[in-house]
């Protein structure tokens, strides 16, 4: 795990999660790690157990000099499309920031830029710099929390187990029970 892409500015590492779900918002966070920082346990947040992530969380939000984590909830998704609405979360997220960076390094292949602020996109940059698995760190236990919470008023769908995932489960689900409110339609 790469600490910095570069030395000279203030960087922000960004990413997203739930891009694939079928239900529930898309969550994304922006962090912007102290020079020294290191973890020898942060990685992508996909090659991490729940518990690892919970306890790596507390780090990220302890030790970083700034984070940031937001949302969009699924009917802007539906109205403006889930690759847009990934980007709209992160510069919700980069717009809460409490240190401005001058540098953002995003998990992927494309990005919508933010201001006028120079970006990098970065393919499998969750597994390769800290502020990005970071930042996947955060956007999935902030969601996986959230569909937690939602799942007590639709306990059918399993979203405490799947997230909102589609899996086997929940596509039965969604056969015997049909869509609700947190569902995305244009899936």
Known sequence: MLPFFQKKYIEAGCDEAGRGSYAGPVYAAAVILPKKFHHTQLNDSKQLSATQR???RVVIEKESIAYAVASVDVTEIDSINILKASFK???LAIE???TTP???LVDG???NTYKK???RCIVKGDETYASIAAASILAKTYRDAYMKKIHSSYPYYNWNKNKGY???EH???IEQYGLCVHHRKSF
Do not use: D, P, V
């Open 117 to 119: 602020i120079e970006h």
């Open 171 to 173: 596509r039965n689900a």
């Open 54 to 56: 919970e306890i790596l």
């Open 102 to 104: 001058e540098l953002l």
């Open 89 to 91: 979360a992160m510069h």
């Open 109 to 111: 292949n494309r990005f």
């Open 166 to 168: 589609g899996t086997a």
């Open 96 to 98: 809460q920031l409490s």
